[in-house]
């Protein structure tokens, strides 16, 4: 589903924050530049006037257990950070989800999830994007699903989700998500050319053109362009065996 998700932060008080909750999840940090920090798929860089912080952003975790959803909550609220909701069950989503919610540095929300289809190869089970409206934001995503292996799982007027093979996202309607920036994987340049080609013509904006990105590492190959409400949306092929 995600290749990595990247938010802008105040890093070194996200830092503190990730690493105190997602521990209890069994995740630990994976990498650290002075640019990035990751976490498998989820990584921090630092905001600042020119790039300015994520807002207004849900992300959950993947939690193995209902007992590390507790945990999770346990270690964050104990060490001072907000809570927004206690663990228990949250059946208005599916009778086995057990969930526990806080609130990060930047005050995006931070979410433990346990029920029985969590996705399988990644740290992020999904994520609710705040849109100025789900019509023109759901057309976007439409747009490139083809070359980003998304499909629409549920469709109303107030919540789109897109799904890939494990995870998801949802697009919801509210004051817009700020800042958030997502890449989804492919194993052929073609869809990544074919992404940025079909979105451009589409009138989305151009924020970087098809190729390669060695400073990330060699053989990266993406494209970027931005979603209705200016998140910075990729496709990238790694190139790795």
Not at 153 to 175: E, H, K
Request: a negative charge; hydrophobic letters at 30%.
């Amino acid at each position: 589903m995600f290749d990595h998700v990247t938010i802008r932060v105040d890093r070194t008080a996200s830092e503190r924050f990730y690493d105190t909750v997602l521990t209890e999840l069994g995740i630990d940090r994976t990498y650290r530049t002075g640019t990035f920090s990751e976490w498998g798929d989820f990584s921090l860089t630092g905001a600042d006037d020119a790039n300015p912080p994520t807002r207004r952003l849900h992300v959950a975790f993947v939690a193995p257990s209902r007992e590390q959803v507790d945990e999770f909550w346990r270690a964050g609220t104990e060490a001072g950070y907000p809570d927004e909701g206690k663990p228990g069950p949250r059946p208005e989503y599916r009778d086995d989800y057990y969930g526990a919610f806080l609130i990060d540095p930047d005050g995006n929300s931070a979410e433990a999830v346990h029920h029985g289809s969590l996705r399988r190869d990644g740290i992020v089970d999904h994520l609710w994007i705040r849109v100025a409206a789900v019509a023109p934001a759901k057309s976007f995503y439409e747009t490139i699903a083809p070359y980003a292996g998304l499909s629409v799982r549920d469709d109303s007027p107030d919540r789109v989700q897109f799904a890939g093979s494990s995870g998801s996202f949802s697009l919801v309607p509210g004051t817009p998500t700020e800042n958030v920036h997502l890449a989804f994987p492919t194993d052929d340049d073609a869809d990544v050319q074919r992404f940025h080609q079909a979105a451009t013509n589409a009138g989305y904006p151009n924020n970087g053109p098809p190729g390669e990105r060695p400073q990330y590492h060699p053989g990266y190959y993406a494209a970027y362009v931005l979603d209705p409400d200016g998140n910075n949306i990729e496709v990238v092929n790694h190139h790795r065996p």
